[in-house]
Structure formats: structure tokens, C-alpha cells
């Protein structure tokens, strides 16, 4: 026992220990995939022939390269991503709120968006505007676009596109992401809950502190009939304080809050016409006035903030200090050293493709060093780990430290980079089944799973999917198989309904062509736009395309035949992986 | 050796590519179903009467109406708390397979959070990334069909076996991938393919290009995760559920989360037709009853209903005896309610076992007056103040065993719970 138990620490050590100063055991990807790899990662679209050549050229320029791809407006949509796989703010399960009241005339997709991206948006300002990253928990303002200032009332022109910078206007602390409405529609309070799954939320997502992942060991003796006695004992009985005495102290800060103002709740507000007694028994539950669910909606209360003290709950304070309410709150959490190192941990698993609880300990350390030396840049951070040479290995010396491997392109990245090369994106209308009240419209099939196919193919549903499937499925299989029939046939119609000046693929060719020369010419620029892969038009894998088409070309027609190689293409493990 | 997929494959060289016959006679199978929310065992299958601050299913009673009364009733020996106003279900289940019946009470989960939980219950671990029971028991006994496991949920956790798995998705849209007429139209002004589906003849062509393509990835990339094989592995899977299971989405409906009958018959088809060894299915509804608790009766009378439609199905495709049927939920209730007539998260949960071989008629484990889990005696479940919790890792160490996956794998250390 004792043997076994010496083992395993030997194991864990060695598993665990740094890598000595200096040894970099890692072989570098060839300069195409190092390229592709890093532009990927950042802006879901592969790297052009020239930045290759560029980095073939010249090792260092991928670095310099990395910074200008991340002043790319799609690095902007890779943060959304990125932070959404840890604040699942994208889910679609369960009911949206409708196009009613001053809302109607818009979709339901739209207002989706409007809801479900608002505290991204916040973050992607901070990282695109080069802000520190603490930013994000201590801003005084935030991001709203016109659907979401009907919503809650907020002073913001209707005449400005887009999101823009604005505040809550109902008298609420402004402190980033920690003061959004929204945030706390995903993430509700329920019945004696009293906020403690919010400030779980807060702890994990910031701090990488899940206290309500550990075990609850109850023992008996606590009058669980009497909520208060409940309340009391969490903070007094051994098997409780553990984690309530970080817990409700966190959660005390959030009462101004309502627990919960769900999409459905809002329909039936909506539907009764916002004016009902008080005391209905109906009234939509968890808020001190039916009202409130009306537009537009109230989720802060000035009057409920200090309601912790009736229930004998500790007052607000972080991890032991005292505090001074959530401004205060997103000054202590930037402050705190887990906070930087939460956010290099999570970046690290985002690009590596692991879960940010199975980051090295070394790893986290490395690129929180660079974070906290940046001033918090969270461009630097991302910087660091896409130029860092694990990212970039293709393989390794040290077979304890292995390299990443292929990486699989996620479901956001996949509609991006095929919008990019065939122009396709993958709408639908789902209209066409009995939706009732409850009707989208336009459907994004790769960035939705009420009627899409993010988690089949490998996403998170922000509902019971917390973590991708970094791994190739069966119907993840079928889900690139329909994409890629739907894409190719688009590209081809499209391109070819073009003069060929103004395509983007297929110049080289007509319908009619059948110059050897020509097709090939057209092949290994398919190969170059589709998959990055720059081959000379006599090479082999040309000329294996090439008999490919020409086997489609004997049993249908050139247009049948084009479309089956651009799908084949977008079949391929380049398209794939990266 | 851990259960990943590539040392499966060592195990059992592109079992997933042969033909079945070789394997069907012996196959084990399993079905979990999942009360995803947390269900309040005080109402059903762990009855507490008269406990001093257990609210049962007696507190929701309508005084006004006197065919609303609730009774504790044995069924072969498990006392069931029923109200044939309403949980009809209820009764019509135990009436019938109680006989067949193990009651598991007093699962210690350690956790109040849904996602702890939830991983905790079905995967037996409390990290991230492992695979399902559905999954293991999938690999294990659905090498040689089209998928080992399918998830009709959109619960499950594929973890390092995910090639093996098939998934319907929340609301059925795997239908639109395998039936060409369940796709769902192009959005007005959307750009979408106006050609229509490829040629059938250009897939033998394709796949022959691919085939060389991905040989040729191979020869220049490592691949320590087995992505690549991965892959492979998935192309030949799901090619078979076209071939195979593209019927069974006539029970789905396109954009709406399946009923569950629907769901429950997907499941017994997908097994009677051999397409997968386990399958993963939710028992509909919104069980996480923070508020109204009285909404847990309706959501047991579902539960039940679509629990009799299961296993008579199975039992009516002669399934039953090797299929292994599991129904949990990843937390119980507290017991009192609060104040707005809920009740919260509580850490300790039961399950349901009935079918792959195994003897009914039995209540094993036991939880105290306060809902808490008791010990027992790992090697028999019965209730020993000398024994040690039944916690989640015990539990699904003991599933594991009881068809036939070799819980060591994926669970080292742990002490399998048996039934007797």
C-alpha cells in the first residue's frame, strides 16, 4: 500500500515537475502549418501564400504576423469564442426571449444574439481595444446594441449600428461583466440558492476556484426543514464552512440582482399584459414585482442589495476581506493573483484543446508570467501561447511531453473559414414546422443547437455541453459531410454564374475547359484556397485530384464534377485539422 | 490500461468494421435513462412517512378532492409511495415489473451543482473528459456495429471513446443528416446548395481519394491523441448509420426536443436492430423543481410511463434479459421544501436497475430520516453500519461490472458496489 502510494507521488511528481530551463525538446511544424496553425487559431481563416512564403522566409516573421492577425476584426469573434466555452453564454435550449412588445419585428435569432453575446462583447472591447484584461471586471461601462436598449431601457441611439459603449441606467454598480443582466439570466439563482451558483459561477470562470465542485459532506443534526437553520449552519457547521464561508460572503454581493428572469417568464408577463395583483399566485417567480419581467425588463434593485442580512447570511467580502460592494469586488478579483493566472490557464487549454483544469501547472505559470508582465495585454497572452513552440511542434524528443497533435477546427471556426473560401454560409428557416409562438427565423446550422449542429459537430451547447469534443465523431462525420456538399455546390453555381475576373475560385476555368494545363492550374489553386496547401500544378496530389474530377466528369457533367472536388476538399484532414 | 480509444482498438483490431453476427449472441447492453435535474426519491421509490422534516408526496395532497391520497404500497417487497390521480404511471410500472426490480437508494454524489453531479453519476469520476457508462459499455459490447453508444440526451460525456458514439442531438437534428427529407429549408435570401444533394456514384470515388489523403496526412503528423484514428474510425460509423439507422428518424421530429415515447422507441430500435449496444435517454421534463415541487408528481408519471414503454419494448424484442436498464437522476431533493414550495439540491440520490439478468423484487441501500446516505456493504448493497457509502464511483464501478466492462479500466482503485 505504501509502495503503491510512493509510486504514485513519484508519477504525479514527474508528471508535474517544470521542464528544466532551456530544453525545448519540440521539432517545429513545416512553415505552411505553422502559419496555417497560428492564423487559425486566431482569425478561422488559413494564411495566404504570401505570409507563408513570409514565414518560410523568415521564422520570426509568424510572431510578427501573429500581431497583425490579431488586429483582425475575426481575432475579436475568436475572444467571443474563446470566453463563451468558459461562460456558456450561448445557449439556445432553453426558451429565448420573443419578439413581442417594443421587440416585435425582430428574430428571434437576432434577439438571441443581442442577449446571449452582450457580456462577450464587453470582453472582446477589452482585448480589441487593448485595455487590460482586468478590465473586464472593473469597466464602467458596457456594450449594447439597439435590440438589447429596448430590453432593458438603456440610453443608447437608436441611430448607432453595431454595439457601442453605454451603462446600465438603473442605478446599479457598473463593474464589467460583473454587473451584466445577462450574465445572471444564464446564470439564475434559484429557489434557496440565494445566489451562491452565480458567485460559484464568478469564482470558477475568473478565479478557477469551483468550490461547488467539491465534495458536500453533510452531517446530520441541521433542521433541513427550517431554511433558516440551513442558513446558520453553513456558516458554522465544519462540513459547510469549508466552502460557505468563501461562498456567501461572494454571493452577499449579488442581491441587488433578481434571481431569475427567464425568457419564459418574460413571455408570460408579456402575455398577461404586465398588470396583475401582487399576490397572484401566477406572477412569474423569484422577483419582487411581476413587473419587473415587463419591458423593459428591471433585474437590478437598488432595495434588494443588502436582503442577505434576513437570512443571516454573512455581508459581502472577498475571500476574507471586507469589501465595498461589487465595484469593490472587480478590484479585488483583478487584483488577485488567480485571477491572471485563471485567465492564462484558460486561454492555454482554448488553443491547446484541453480542458482548462488539465493545463500543466508549468504552463499556466509560464504564460501567467508573460500576462502579468504585459499589464495584463490579453493580446500578449494569446501571443505568447500560439508562438510558443508546444503550439507550433510537430513533434517531440521527450516522449513525456508529446506534441499537441492535430487540432480539430471547432464548429464557430468551421462556418468562418467556409464563408471565407466558398462565400457559403449554412442558414436555414425552420419555419416550416409548426413553431407556434416560438419561431425562429434564419438559423445558423453551425452556430446553434435548438435546430443546428454545434455540439454534433464537436461544439459546447452552454446547456448540458460544457466541455468540445476535441475529437473526431461519427456525426460530427455527417455534419462536415453536409456542410461540405452544401458548400461546394454553392461555390460552383456562384463562381461559375461569375466572370471569372471576379471569382475567388475557379478563375482558371470554365464549365467547358479541358486544357490539362488549365484544370490543373485550377486544382492547385483549389488546394491552395481550400486546404492552405500550396502544390505545384504537376505535382502528385494535383494529378490525383485531377483524376478525380475526371471520374466525375465521365459520369455527369463539369459542373457535377468541380462540385465533388471542392467537397472532397473540404472532406480532407487539412480542412479538418490544423 | 485506461479506456482509450486506441488501446481499444489494440484490444480489438477494427472490431467496429466486422460483421456482427460473431458478437450478437453474447451481447450485453445497456440503457440509462436520466431524470436530469434531480428528482425528489421522497415521492416514489424512498419513502419516508412520518420522518420528522421529510416532506413527501402527502403535503401536495388536495384535501377538496378525495380521490387525491397518497399510499405507501409493496410491490414484491419494494415500498412505493402511490396516488393514482396523479402518478398513475407509477403504479402501472410496479404492478408489472417490480418482480424484476432493483431499488438502489442512498447513492452518495458529494456534490450539489448539476454539472458535478451529472459527471459524477454517469461517469463515475469527478474530473472532465471521461467517458459515459453508456459509452464504455458501447465500446465494450458495440465494437462490431455501426456505433457502440447513442446518446438520445444530449447528456452523455464521449470522452476519449467519442468514435464510438452516435448522438441524435437535443432536438433530433441528426435526422436531417441521415434523411434527406427531414433537412430543414434554406432561410429566404440564405445561401445554401441549389444544386441538391452529390451524385452516389461520386462517393466510392471520393472516399477512395480521401482514403489516400488521410494516409498521406498520416505518414507527416504525429498524432499522440489518435485523432487520426479517430477519424477514421468515424467516417466508417457514420456511413453505417446512414446505411442503417436513416429509418428510425421517421419518430423525430426536426427543430422539437422527441417525446418521450418517441425517444424510448428510437431506443429499443437502435438496439433490436443491432446499430448500437447502449443508449443514453432523458426522462422529458423540467426536474429541477426549485419552485413548485408538486411538479415532480407529473414529471414521475412521465418518467414511469415511458420507463413501462422501455421495458416492455425490450422485453417484447427479447432484449431484456442481456440489456441492462439503469434510470438515476444526478442528485435528489432536499427534504422540506422551501419558501416558494420547491425543494433545492440535495448531495444523495437512487437509482433504478431492472433487467440484463438481474434479480427484482429488492430495495438495497437505504438513506436515514434526514434523506442522508447510510452505509453498506459494498460486496452485498445492503445497509451495514459498518460498511462504507455507496458513492458515485462505487455505483457506476458496480454498473460497469454488471455488464460485463471491467471497471479497473477506468475506475482503478475503486470498490465495485454489487447487488448481492
Not at chain 2, 472516399?207 to 498521406?216: F, G, M, T
Request: hydrophobic share 45%; proline share 7%; aromatic share 6%.
Amino acid at each position: 500500500m505504501i509502495r503503491s502510494v510512493v509510486s504514485a507521488f513519484a508519477v504525479a511528481m514527474l508528471g508535474c515537475a517544470p521542464p528544466p530551463p532551456g530544453d525545448d525538446p519540440y521539432v517545429p511544424l513545416p512553415p505552411d502549418e505553422r502559419a496555417h496553425r497560428v492564423s487559425l487559431a486566431l482569425r478561422a481563416v488559413r494564411a495566404t501564400q504570401a505570409e507563408v512564403q513570409a514565414v518560410s522566409a523568415d521564422p520570426n516573421a509568424l510572431a510578427a504576423l501573429a500581431w497583425m492577425w490579431m488586429e483582425d476584426a475575426a481575432f475579436g469573434e475568436t475572444v467571443k469564442d474563446l470566453h463563451n466555452e468558459q461562460m456558456f453564454m450561448r445557449n439556445d435550449l432553453e426558451p429565448p426571449i420573443q419578439p413581442v412588445g417594443p421587440l416585435a419585428g425582430h428574430t428571434m435569432e437576432d434577439l438571441f444574439a443581442s442577449t446571449s453575446e452582450e457580456p462577450l462583447e464587453l470582453i472582446r472591447h477589452v482585448v480589441t481595444s487593448d485595455l487590460p484584461y482586468d478590465t473586464i471586471v472593473t469597466s464602467d461601462v458596457m456594450l449594447a446594441d439597439a435590440r438589447l436598449a429596448l430590453l432593458y431601457g438603456l440610453d443608447r441611439s437608436p441611430a448607432l449600428g453595431g454595439w457601442v459603449e453605454t451603462t446600465w441606467s438603473d442605478g446599479r454598480p457598473q463593474a464589467g461583466i460583473l454587473t451584466s443582466s445577462e450574465v445572471y439570466r444564464r446564470h439564475l439563482s434559484n429557489g434557496s440558492n440565494f445566489h451562491r451558483g452565480r458567485a460559484n459561477f464568478l469564482s470558477t470562470f475568473l478565479l478557477c476556484e469551483d468550490i461547488g465542485g467539491r465534495d458536500v459532506v453533510v452531517d446530520g443534526g441541521v433542521d433541513l426543514s427550517d431554511e433558516f437553520e440551513v442558513a446558520a449552519a453553513v456558516g458554522s457547521e465544519a462540513g459547510c464552512v469549508s466552502c460557505h464561508a468563501t461562498l456567501d460572503p461572494l454571493a452577499a454581493h449579488l442581491w441587488g440582482f433578481k434571481p431569475q428572469i427567464t425568457g419564459l417568464a418574460i413571455n408570460d408577463a408579456l402575455r398577461k399584459g404586465c398588470h396583475w395583483p401582487h399576490d397572484d399566485p401566477d406572477a412569474p417567480p423569484g422577483a419582487s414585482l411581476p413587473e419587473d419581467f415587463c419591458f423593459p425588463i428591471r433585474s437590478w434593485d437598488d432595495n434588494m442589495v443588502d436582503d442577505w442580512a434576513l437570512w443571516n447570511l454573512p455581508p459581502p467580502a472577498y475571500f476574507g476581506a471586507t469589501t465595498d460592494g461589487l465595484v469593490d469586488l472587480g478590484r479585488q478579483i483583478a487584483r488577485d493573483p488567480r485571477f491572471a493566472q485563471c485567465a492564462a490557464r484558460r486561454a492555454v487549454g482554448f488553443f491547446h484543446q484541453v480542458g482548462w483544469r488539465d493545463v500543466a501547472q508549468h504552463d499556466a505559470d509560464r504564460f501567467t508570467d508573460v500576462f502579468v508582465q504585459s499589464g495584463l495585454d490579453y493580446k500578449a497572452l494569446v501571443h505568447a501561447i500560439v508562438t510558443d513552440s508546444v503550439f507550433l511542434a510537430a513533434a517531440s524528443s521527450d516522449a513525456r511531453r508529446p506534441p499537441l497533435g492535430p487540432l480539430s477546427v471547432r464548429p464557430e471556426q468551421l462556418r468562418r473559414t467556409l464563408q471565407a473560401v466558398t462565400g457559403f454560409d449554412w442558414v436555414v428557416d425552420p419555419n416550416d414546422m409548426p413553431c407556434g409562438t416560438d419561431c425562429w427565423n434564419e438559423t445558423a446550422m453551425l452556430g446553434n443547437d435548438r435546430f443546428g449542429y454545434r455540439s454534433l459537430a464537436g461544439g459546447i451547447d452552454s446547456y448540458r455541453v460544457f466541455q468540445p469534443t476535441w475529437s473526431p465523431t461519427p456525426t460530427r462525420v455527417l455534419v462536415l459531410d453536409r456542410l461540405a456538399d452544401e458548400a461546394a455546390g454553392y461555390a460552383v453555381a456562384t463562381q461559375f454564374a461569375l466572370p471569372a475576373a471576379q471569382r475567388t475560385l475557379l478563375q482558371q476555368v470554365e464549365p467547358t475547359t479541358t486544357d490539362d494545363d488549365a484544370l490543373r492550374s485550377a486544382i492547385a489553386a483549389l488546394h491552395a484556397d481550400v486546404l492552405g496547401e500550396f502544390l505545384d500544378p504537376r505535382s502528385p496530389p494535383v494529378g490525383a485530384t485531377l483524376a478525380l474530377w475526371q471520374q466525375m466528369l465521365a459520369q455527369s457533367d463539369p459542373e457535377t464534377a468541380w462540385e465533388v472536388v471542392i467537397a472532397a476538399l473540404l472532406r480532407d484532414p487539412r480542412a479538418e485539422f490544423y | 490500461m485506461s479506456p482509450t480509444r486506441r488501446n481499444v482498438l489494440l484490444a480489438a483490431p477494427l472490431l467496429w468494421a466486422l460483421p456482427r453476427a460473431a458478437f450478437a449472441a453474447s451481447r450485453r447492453r445497456l440503457v440509462v435513462m436520466v431524470a436530469d435535474g434531480g428528482w425528489d426519491m421522497t415521492l416514489c421509490m424512498d419513502p419516508k412517512p412520518g420522518a420528522a422534516g421529510v416532506e413527501g408526496p402527502e403535503v401536495d395532497e388536495d384535501v377538496d378532492d378525495p380521490e387525491d391520497r397518497e399510499a405507501i404500497q409493496t410491490f414484491a417487497g419494494i415500498p412505493v409511495w402511490v396516488n393514482d390521480t396523479k402518478r398513475p404511471a407509477v403504479r402501472t410500472f410496479f404492478e408489472a415489473w417490480a418482480p424484476s426490480l432493483t431499488v438502489v437508494n442512498g447513492i452518495w454524489v458529494g456534490s450539489i451543482a448539476h454539472d458535478p453531479c451529472r459527471r459524477r453519476m454517469l461517469t463515475g469520476h469527478e474530473s472532465t473528459g471521461r467517458s459515459d457508462l453508456t459509452v464504455l459499455a458501447g465500446a465494450r459490447h458495440g465494437a462490431d456495429l455501426p456505433v457502440g453508444s447513442f446518446d438520445c440526451a444530449g447528456l452523455g460525456s464521449l470522452g476519449p471513446l467519442a468514435a464510438t458514439t452516435g448522438g441524435l442531438g437535443r432536438t433530433g437534428q441528426v435526422a436531417g443528416l441521415l434523411d434527406p427529407s427531414l433537412r430543414f429549408p434554406a432561410a429566404l435570401g440564405a445561401t445554401t446548395d441549389p444544386r441538391g444533394d452529390l451524385p452516389t456514384a461520386a462517393a466510392p470515388a471520393v472516399e477512395a481519394w480521401l482514403a489516400n489523403r488521410r494516409a498521406a496526412y498520416r505518414l507527416t503528423h504525429a498524432d499522440p491523441r489518435a485523432h487520426l484514428d479517430a477519424l477514421d474510425e468515424s467516417v466508417v460509423r457514420a456511413r453505417r448509420l446512414i446505411d442503417e439507422a436513416a429509418d428510425l428518424t421517421s419518430l423525430v421530429v426536426p427543430g422539437h426536443e422527441p417525446r418521450m415515447d418517441d425517444a424510448v422507441d428510437i431506443a429499443v430500435g437502435l438496439l433490436e436492430r443491432d446499430i448500437a449496444a447502449a443508449v443514453l435517454l432523458q426522462a422529458n421534463g423540467a426536474w429541477d423543481t426549485h419552485v413548485a415541487n408538486v411538479n415532480q408528481h407529473g414529471l414521475y408519471d412521465n418518467l414511469f410511463a415511458g420507463l413501462t414503454r422501455l421495458v416492455e419494448g425490450l422485453s417484447g424484442a427479447g432484449l431484456l434479459d442481456d440489456t441492462l436498464v439503469l434510470v438515476t437522476s444526478e442528485m435528489g431533493r432536499t427534504p422540506a421544501r422551501n419558501e416558494v414550495s420547491g425543494k433545492d439540491h440535495w448531495g444523495h440520490t437512487s437509482a433504478l436497475l431492472i433487467g440484463g439478468g438481474l434479480p427484482g423484487g429488492r430495495v438495497l441501500g437505504a438513506t436515514s430520516d434526514t434523506l442522508e446516505s447510510e452505509l453498506v456493504d459494498l460486496a452485498t448493497g445492503l445497509p451495514d453500519a459498518q460498511g462504507a457509502l455507496n458513492k458515485y464511483d462505487n455505483f457506476a464501478a458496480g454498473v460497469l461490472e454488471l455488464v460485463d466492462v471491467d471497471p479497473g479500466d477506468t475506475l482503478p482503485g475503486v470498490v465495485p458496489w454489487r447487488p448481492g
